[in-house]
Nanobody, 121 residues
Framework: QVHLVESGGGLVQPGGSLRLSCAAS????????MNWYRQAPGKQRELVAA??????TNYADSVKGRFTISRDDAKRVYLQMNSLKPEDTAIYYC????????????????WGQGTQVTVSS
């Protein structure tokens, strides 16, 4: 079993900052990638930022220059969000592509429960 636990969401005024965290635990041999997605009401879930085990990053055009994804160990990822805008309001989900101990020849996709980010004055 694998668990992804997010934290750090909340209410912030436009122009403000938030830092999201996601910690993975459980039967994990290796994590290939950890990403942040978001889903706003009435919209499809979209990729916000991604980081590989080698540290390569990728961002949605809408957040480039404002958001930064980072990892401080193999099982924890962060999303620093600056200059937040009302259109950043969404539920933010952590995603991890995991190689489990119980089946090291496979990869599994895991999602966190989501954390609400609301940008409003």
């Amino acid at each position: 079993q694998v668990h992804l636990v997010e934290s750090g969401g909340g209410l912030v005024q436009p122009g403000g900052s938030l830092r999201l965290s996601c910690a993975a635990s459980g039967s994990i041999f290796r994590i290939n990638a950890m990403n942040w997605y978001r889903q706003a009401p009435g919209k499809q879930r979209e990729l916000v930022a991604a980081i590989t085990s080698g540290g390569s990053t990728n961002y949605a055009d809408s957040v480039k220059g404002r958001f930064t994804i980072s990892r401080d160990d193999a099982k924890r990822v962060y999303l620093q969000m600056n200059s937040l805008k009302p259109e950043d309001t969404a539920i933010y989900y952590c995603y991890a592509q995991i190689v489990p101990f119980y089946d090291p020849g496979s990869t599994k996709n895991w999602w966190g429960q989501g954390t609400q980010v609301t940008v409003s004055s």
